[in-house]
């Protein structure tokens, strides 16, 4: 017995399809399916489809690619689109093409899905409603979200974050110190200053208000931490003689490059011996050599007071302070008994030290004993530390993803935003 097959085609829909086999759909000039490679063994099949499935789950061989587009020609804000079909006619998804929806364009690919191959060898078009329900909301509130905040305590007065006219400063400078509060609203036993701030916010957090145990959040920027130089003698001329800040220092070996904050005596009361130096890039090295911005001795290396000019300063030491080594915060007012001054609280940390000695410091726990009476110990440390340090931006989008307008016929097509701020004020209470 012989069969003869004849090559015909069809209109698509078409119902007389009696001894015809369907091999390929061709649309608009393009094949948009093939069963022709196609073999059926479905008890076979199945099998082999769970066992790939099983093996490596649902993946794509050849990944399809995706493409919105409109579903007729449309214009947006004088910017034309062409369209995939033309109005009203029946979409290959089976709906009527409108200006209502998009088609999403999916590639060729290929893919198994629960095992079975999923072959695509021409463009799918799939219909998509586009977004045109609106919901309208009246009188809602959005809170701006802002962190960069440390928390505080025992706090003495309130920083400068607003401008009064002869009262406060706007943003006026924090100073941040090596030891807590001595005696409040004073430096006094506070050590060394690591480094200085700015406040834009300062707020109540927990306890019992007014008492000096209660929590405070303050909110920073322009946090600037020190690099502490202390030099082998006093400089001549002063690093602070021509600009009283801002004269750039660079180590003569190392490249290290800071500006200059302040300058103080050492310990042994020598003048302006440390400099403290803000925005550092680099590493500054015990014995090198140091040249300043502003020097005009030759290479503008800087030499010692009342030397013969042949006598080059060095740095002795070399300190980089971190937040998380302040203990505590001033900020000096032009009134007196007005300053501020805060302790920071501490978030407790963690951390593995090597112990020669068979013998616990105060909070440690012995986790293992090691070769030669050496053993690990676990010790907690009070460090500082910046709160939402990411949330540090006060201009931000709606937080809503898609909002069409503000203006509305509820309000007469006019903006009535309304911002609800906080200001530092002076008052006298009774």
Known sequence: MKINLTLSKKDEGATDDTDFVELVTVKRGQTTANKSDITKYSVIGDTLARRTFDESGDYTTRPFQFDIRESIDNSVKTKEFDGVYTRGSTTDDGGTASEDKLVVAVTPGKAFVRGYEIEKTAITFKDLQKAREVETINAGVTNLDLGNFTLITNVFGTPDVGEVSGETTAYKQIKLFESPTVTRGSTTGMGRNFGIARARAFEYSQGVIGDVQAEHKIFLFDIQMFTRLELSDTPSPLLTATHTTGVRVKGNTSGAIGFVFSTEANDAGTAATIVNLVNTSGTFQ?????????????????????????????????????????????????????????????????????????????????????????????????????????????????????????????????????????????GTTN
């Open 286 to 426: 015990v014995g090198e050599k140091l040249i300043a911005s502003d020097s005009a001795l030759t290479g503008g290396l800087i030499e010692i007071s009342g030397g013969d000019g042949s006598t080059d300063i060095t740095v002795v030491t070399v300190e980089n302070f971190k937040f998380e080594n302040v203990k505590a915060m001033f900020m000096d007012d032009d009134d007196s008994g007005q300053d501020f001054t805060a302790d920071l609280v501490e978030a407790r940390v963690d951390f593995g030290i090597l112990r020669q000695e068979d013998a616990l410091t105060g909070g440690g726990i012995r986790l293992e004993d090691t070769t030669g009476g050496e053993f690990l110990e676990l010790e907690t440390e009070g460090l500082a530390k910046i709160r939402d340090p990411e949330k540090n931006a006060a201009l931000f989008r709606l937080p809503k993803q898609v909002i069409k307008t503000l203006l509305t016929d509820d309000n007469d097509n006019t903006s009535d935003s309304q911002i609800i701020i906080r200001r530092q004020f002076v």
